[in-house]
């Protein structure tokens, strides 16, 4: 088997990103299928156009993990951003997104890719990285804990007025 590679993304990923994590949202939040508002919502956060636009803005970091130039994983993470439930002060950084295709899960793909963005973010200045996970992801739930995450409260994602109760992860870097 070839290795796995780890790198920045690029305007060229955009296509591929936005196909897996259509894939990989789906599978998570959508078990009972696709309503209209989980459509629009797909389409806002993954859809081509909103992954372009993530690629091209520098305050986005974006990596995704290949190996023979198939896309398997990508991690987006984001420097500065803060959470209310966080102190103000401390230099922060926050795991948007962490998405491995199904059939890649369970080998280190995930654990790789957390380690790279936890890496940069800490050469970017900061001292707490942070994420929220859906409160009905159990595999997510599990996952950041084994990678040194504490459990720092619930939270709210909401879109189009509904409010997706959610855990607020975080690692001292």
């Known amino acids: 088997m070839s290795p796995l590679v780890i790198r920045a993304a690029t305007a060229e990923d955009a296509l591929c990103i936005s196909v897996l994590a259509t894939q990989v949202f789906l599978d998570t939040y959508a078990p009972r299928g696709v309503s209209a508002q989980i459509a629009r919502e797909v389409q806002g956060v993954v859809g081509l156009d909103a992954v372009t636009r993530e690629l091209s803005d520098a305050s986005v970091k974006v990596l995704v993990a290949t190996r023979d130039e198939f896309l398997l994983g990508f991690a987006k993470w984001t420097p500065g951003a803060r959470h209310e439930l966080l102190d103000a002060t401390t230099p922060a950084a926050e795991l ?4 491995v295709q199904e059939a890649s899960t369970g080998q280190g793909i995930g654990s790789a890719l957390m380690r790279e963005v936890e890496a940069q973010a800490a050469r970017a200045g900061a001292a707490t990285l942070w994420l929220t996970a859906w409160v ?38």
């Open 96 to 99: 948007d997104r962490l998405y």
């Open 136 to 173: 009905h992801n159990e595999r997510a739930l599990r996952f950041y804990p084994r990678q040194g995450y504490t459990d720092a409260g619930g939270t709210l994602y909401t879109y189009e007025g509904v409010s997706h109760d959610n855990r607020l992860f975080v690692k001292t870097l």
